[in-house]
């Protein structure tokens, strides 16, 4: 399990976006047989469901869905908001005493015959985040519960990163400082990759950090900045 923390970790680093995100949480889910997942920003629901969804295995099944269920008025999302802790999404079936017909009236067509596991985020008492991860046959035992809780949390926390306005506000990190470096001496992003030991993705998503921070628009800018202030 820590293996797979670990990797997502790896993957989160180099997201430039929700639907990267999504896919490598969603990633870590396959392991444990969880072959649908959805995560939505709670604080855009009620503004545009749309632009809500951050990450949608179905998304156009999950459209539909709240077309006829509000998903902010959904069973699972209520619940969400009770708790920070992650559950099972049938005992809230039980809990709710709902026929297995009703229960599955409330999700997708493809979602009969599933179960899964739901991540709720909250902030300063209110629900943020949104996180399920669903299968046929999943393994619904606790310590994929806590597995997947985390990947929720690092999830949001890589989110937040992207969105928040005040992230270019810091210095360069040692890895950016690096790239920048190596782009100076006309190395590709290739073999910058090759000498760090990381995916020429991660270092354009480095190299594109370190242009946010110096408030430039290319790496010859980037390069020209970083050495007049060093």
């Known amino acids: 399990m820590l293996e797979a923390l670990r990797h997502l ?3 989160l680093s180099s997201a430039k976006s929700g639907d990267d995100i999504g896919q490598a949480m969603a990633a870590i889910g396959t392991r444990y047989g969880f072959t649908s997942g959805l995560i939505f920003d709670v604080s855009k629901l009620f503004d545009d469901f749309g632009e809500s969804i951050i990450y949608a295995a179905r998304r156009s099944a999950v459209e539909t869905l709240n077309t006829e269920i509000p998903i902010a008025e959904h069973p ?3 619940h969400a908001k009770t708790t920070e802790q992650p559950f099972v999404m049938s005992d809230v079936r039980k809990v709710r005493g709902l ?3 009703h229960w599955y009236a409330m999700f997708p067509p493809y979602f009969r ?3 899964g596991i739901a991540v709720p985020i909250h902030d300063r008492g209110k629900l943020v985040w949104y996180a399920a991860f669903s299968g046929a046959h999943p393994d619904l035992s606790p310590r994929v519960l806590a ?3 985390a990947a929720a949390h690092a ?3 890589r989110f937040n990163e992207l969105i928040d306005p005040n992230k270019n506000d810091g210095p360069l990190t040692v890895r950016e400082a ?3 470096q190596l782009v100076a001496k006309g190395k590709t992003d290739s073999e910058i990759g090759s000498i760090l030991k990381i995916s020429p993705r991660t270092v354009r998503f480095h190299v594109g950090n370190a242009k946010a921070k110096l408030g ?3 790496r010859i800018q980037a390069i020209a900045k970083q050495l007049g202030a060093a």
């Open 9 to 11: 970790v790896a993957q």
């Open 76 to 78: 699972l999302v209520v």
């Open 99 to 101: 026929s297995e017909d």
């Open 113 to 115: 015959g599933f179960d």
């Open 147 to 149: 597995l997947l809780a």
């Open 155 to 157: 999830g949001y926390g």
């Open 178 to 180: 690096e790239c920048l």
């Open 216 to 218: 430039v628009t290319t």
